[in-house]
């Protein structure tokens, strides 16, 4: 079993930015790909970036060249690091493991039933 824990959310003006880590405990991620979501109260989750245990990347279009996606498995530790932000990139934002497929060099969960894993969600407020 994968607990994972977010930090870093908060509030920040447009144009701003943030990064937010996700840790993992109870065992490694290392071999699993990693995803952050979002979601809007009543919207259903979105994916915003993905990487899997060898550094392959998923970004949604709306995050291409603001966002950046890392890991670092000697800490257990995703990162998603949020620049230029604007106000519509307002959303609680959630850390997702998928657990039943490791060691995969591509990403094709795109959807939030694909992960097993999932964290409690950080908000990120920007405002204008």
């Known amino acids: 079993q994968v607990q994972l824990v977010e930090s870093g959310g908060g509030m920040v003006q447009a144009g701003g930015s943030l990064r937010l880590d996700c840790a993992a405990s109870?065992?490694?991620?290392?071999?699993?790909?990693v995803a952050w979501f979002r979601q809007a109260p009543g919207k259903a989750r979105e994916l915003v970036a993905a990487i899997t245990w060898s550094g392959n990347t998923y970004y949604a279009d709306s995050v291409k060249g603001r966002f950046t996606i890392s890991r670092e498995n000697a800490k257990n530790t995703v990162y998603l690091q949020m620049n230029s932000l604007k106000p519509e990139d307002t959303d609680v934002y959630y850390c997702?493991?998928?657990?039943?497929?490791?060691?995969?060099?591509?990403?094709?969960?795109?959807?939030?039933?694909?992960?097993?894993?999932w964290g409690q969600g950080t908000q990120v407020t920007v405002s204008s």
């Open positions: 997702a493991a998928d657990g039943s497929h490791p060691w995969v060099n591509a990403i094709v969960g795109v959807t939030a039933a694909a992960y097993n894993y």
């Open positions: 109870g065992r490694t991620f290392s071999p699993y790909v």
